[in-house]
């Protein structure tokens, strides 16, 4: 008796997910609500877990692939199949070329197929792989019959793939590596060389991990490399294309799927919904970085410590309970502006993986203590990738915090169906005015993002404005406390 696991309806209106990875393997024993599959919403990565104890049978959707609810994911049988039945593809997965989706019955068990072969002729066999493998496999343009499986009975993993890989790798840079001399190629530089040998290529500074293959000058003096390997003293660039019609261009391609994509759809649909404006400012922010310093002295007794983030979500919710357009959504359909009386802040945090916004709920309710407690909690686990979907839903307005990185101003696009978005940089040393004096001051800039069909540009400079002044007066925040 097979059961049929399905894409659930979760209720929140998700209609189509993508599979990143399942966490079991065909014919496993899974108890019921054991996490089996991992797949990503629009908004988070998700396990999904399984509807009934018993061995997962036929994987039917393999990782990469888009389900909708209500799609076959996979069966889970009574008891552990020693046949596969053939099931039909699903609809919308990759088909391969070279037939590795036909089930075989030798595929389920361990057991060698017994076939009466003529002398000197050596059986082929269908590899042994999971879905989950061929479909990884067909990403990279790899032949399960080219590799040797290090699994139970010669099954070919994940692990077994990454290394043929490398060493398909390694194989095609020793061949392409070689020592070049001055006569090797006919390039502008290296004419330059052969007429003047003092002039040579010298290695220059190091450049950090994002340029080109290495920084090259053209120096006087003498050259301080080996003789017999001019890749240390000329740049790898050169010994590429060596015209503009040259046909061969060397790319790799990354898959497009997971956080990334998810990210791509929402800000997508963000950017052709919403009209986005952009206000920019800057605030002297001396009084709150030694009021947050003062703070902190009292803090790290207690093993603790505040960022400027928390001050920064109080004086949000402060500016949004001045002008609540800013704390709405708008629907459409209705021609309604819904104006939200709980202020729920999303915080853009970046994880290896992309873009999150977890939630801090109720953050008029929360002290700056409790708001840098919970600033930490979110964005540690949205790295470790242990945030709930509680923790995802429902934000009124955002905030994503550029300090860490740098920069001086940027235009975020709206976490649609929020109408407004604030952006803070890093706070820079910079001249300011005092009186009638100009003084080096704590200047932090701002970017503020807003939905144009739902907030006008003078709304946008008055919430700056306030912002500005509770920055520049973090006391003031004292007024609002009940």
């Not at 009574?78 to 590795?100: F, I, K, Q, V």
């Not at 994509?261 to 400012?281: C, L, M, Q, Y």
């Not at 916004?357 to 540690?380: C, M, N, W, Y």
Request: hydrophobic letters at 35%.
């Amino acid at each position: 008796m097979s059961v049929e696991f399905r894409l659930p309806d979760n209720g929140e209106g998700v209609e189509e997910v993508e599979i990143v990875r399942w966490l079991v393997q065909e014919g496993e024993h899974v108890q019921q609500s054991d996490p089996i599959v991992e797949v990503q919403t629009n908004k988070a990565l998700v396990e999904l877990p399984a509807p009934e104890a018993g061995y997962i049978g036929e994987i039917v959707a393999p990782s990469g692939v888009l389900v909708r609810v209500g799609d076959l994911l996979a069966l889970i049988e009574e008891r552990p199949l020693t046949h596969r039945t053939a099931h039909p593809p699903m609809e919308g997965a990759h088909e391969s070329s070279d037939g590795d989706d036909v089930q075989d019955p030798g595929d389920a068990t361990d057991t060698a197929v017994k076939t009466e072969l003529t002398p000197g002729v050596e059986a082929v066999r269908r590899p042994k792989a999971t879905p989950a493998v061929r479909n990884y496999a067909r990403e990279l343009g790899v032949s399960l019959r080219d590799i040797r499986g290090s699994g139970p009975g010669g099954r070919i993993l994940r692990t077994d793939i990454d290394r043929y890989v490398e060493t398909l790798k390694a194989v095609e840079k020793s061949r392409k590596t070689r020592v070049l001399g001055p006569d090797d190629d006919d390039s502008v530089l290296w004419s330059i060389a052969r007429k003047d040998p003092s002039r040579v290529f010298k290695r220059g500074p190091s450049r950090p991990s994002g340029g080109l293959a290495g920084d090259v000058s053209v120096t006087g003096g003498n050259y301080d490399g080996d003789e017999q390997d001019d890749s240390l003293s000329r740049p790898l660039y050169l010994n590429e294309a060596k015209s503009a019609n040259d046909p061969v261009l060397s790319s790799t391609r990354v898959p497009f799927r997971g956080l990334r994509r998810a990210t791509a759809e929402n800000v997508k649909r963000s950017a052709f919904s919403a009209p986005h404006v952009t206000s920019f400012d800057e605030c002297d922010a001396g009084n709150l970085v030694e009021l947050k310093n003062r703070w902190n002295d009292e803090l790290e007794q207690e093993g603790q410590r505040l960022s400027y983030l928390p001050f920064i979500v109080k004086a949000t919710v402060s500016a949004l309970k001045k002008f609540p357009y800013f704390n709405a959504r708008l629907h459409e359909d209705a021609q309604e502006i819904e104006l939200f009386s709980s202020y729920n802040i999303g915080i853009a945090v970046d994880t290896a993986d992309g873009l999150v916004v977890p939630v801090i709920k109720h953050a008029d309710q929360l002290s700056v203590r409790e708001l840098g407690q919970e600033v930490f909690r979110l964005s540690t686990q949205a790295r470790n990738r242990t945030l709930s979907p509680e923790d995802l839903k429902g934000s009124t307005f955002s905030i994503t915090n550029m300090g860490p990185i740098g920069g001086m101003f940027v235009t975020p696009i709206l976490h649609y169906p929020e109408v407004g978005i604030l952006a803070v940089h890093p706070i820079q040393r910079k001249p300011v005015v005092r009186g009638e004096q100009i003084v080096i001051g704590e200047v932090l800039p701002m970017s503020l993002s807003f939905d144009h069909r739902v907030i006008d540009g003078v709304t946008s400079i008055r919430f700056m404005n306030h912002l500005k002044r509770i920055i520049e007066q973090p006391d003031l925040l004292m007024l609002e406390l009940r």
